[in-house]
């Protein structure tokens, strides 16, 4: 079995949105290397798959309260203005091309694992939608079997692929990483009943993880061109042996991206389709 795939699993395949959309090849691993990049099928129709990345992007953005209001709320006078006050996609190109990778990259592992993890969609929690949410880019949690595995996550998007991308990446998920935002997680679980056990177990989590380090799997994801592949290849050069790097390199991101946050924001203006 390849190591990519002891690491997070296959390669999602169709009906799973990345298996219709991407093309997937797992690179011989190394000491310093363990490499799964992706790239564009071409087979999806393009209205297909901006419908489905934006359901994503809203899924990850609106809880259903909210978007239960905005329903109610639709064609009354003022619509747009009340939309507004409880706007939750960023306007800002930095943090919308952040956010969508974050998205891809989180939805990547949990359809390649396709299981039910534990995670919270940390945008709906936004204090300023325009600007970075701080802590780590996706932390997914398998309480599912014998042993408890965390997957720690980092996102990054270039318009084109570099040498310094690739090495912060990489840094930013070295073998001493630790996982920031248990707290964020277990304080979300415990605002519902139904989630508290998952809660003191994700609380009991923090200690154990702390005191024993290790037990975590790592996936950084670069989001570019299609040179994206070819510059991890050149300089993935990790000390990780639990790091999964992911490329993605498609024909015109930014205009993925522009195209994906317009359909997104067209169904918000509609809610009711919804």
Request: glycine share 4%; hydrophobic share 35%.
């Amino acid at each position: 079995m390849a190591k990519q795939d002891t690491l997070i699993g296959k390669h999602p395949v169709a009906p799973n949105l990345f298996g219709k959309w991407l093309a997937s090849t797992d690179h011989p691993d190394s000491d310093t290397q363990c490499h799964r990049s992706l790239t564009d099928l071409k087979t999806i129709d393009e209205d297909e798959l901006l419908d489905l990345l934006s359901n994503e992007l809203i899924k990850h953005h609106y809880n259903e309260d909210l978007l239960e209001r905005l329903k109610k709320k639709y064609a009354s006078l003022g619509f747009s203005e009340y939309a507004e006050q409880y706007r939750m996609l960023p306007n800002a190109d930095k943090v919308r091309k952040g956010n969508l990778t974050e998205v891809i990259l989180c939805e990547y592992v949990l359809g390649a694992l396709d299981k039910p993890l534990v995670h919270t969609y940390r945008f709906r929690y936004s204090q300023n939608v325009d600007q970075s949410m701080k802590g780590d880019d996706v932390l997914l949690v398998d309480l599912d079997g014998e042993e408890t595995k965390i997957y720690l996550g980092e996102a990054k998007f270039r318009k084109t692929p570099t040498k310094a991308v690739v090495e912060d990446i990489s840094k930013s998920l070295s073998r001493d990483t630790k996982p920031l935002s248990f707290p964020f997680l277990s304080q979300r679980l415990f605002e519902s009943e139904t989630t508290r056990d998952i809660a003191e177990q994700i609380d009991s989590l923090i200690v154990e993880t702390i005191k024993q380090g290790g037990g975590i799997i790592y996936a950084g994801l670069l989001l570019s061109n299609e040179k994206a592949s070819d510059r991890v290849q050149d300089n993935l050069n990790s000390d990780n042996p639990n790091l999964l790097f992911i490329s993605l390199g498609i024909e015109n991101p930014t205009d993925l991206i522009t195209n994906v946050f317009n359909r997104a924001q067209e169904k918000l203006n509609n809610p009711t389709a919804l």
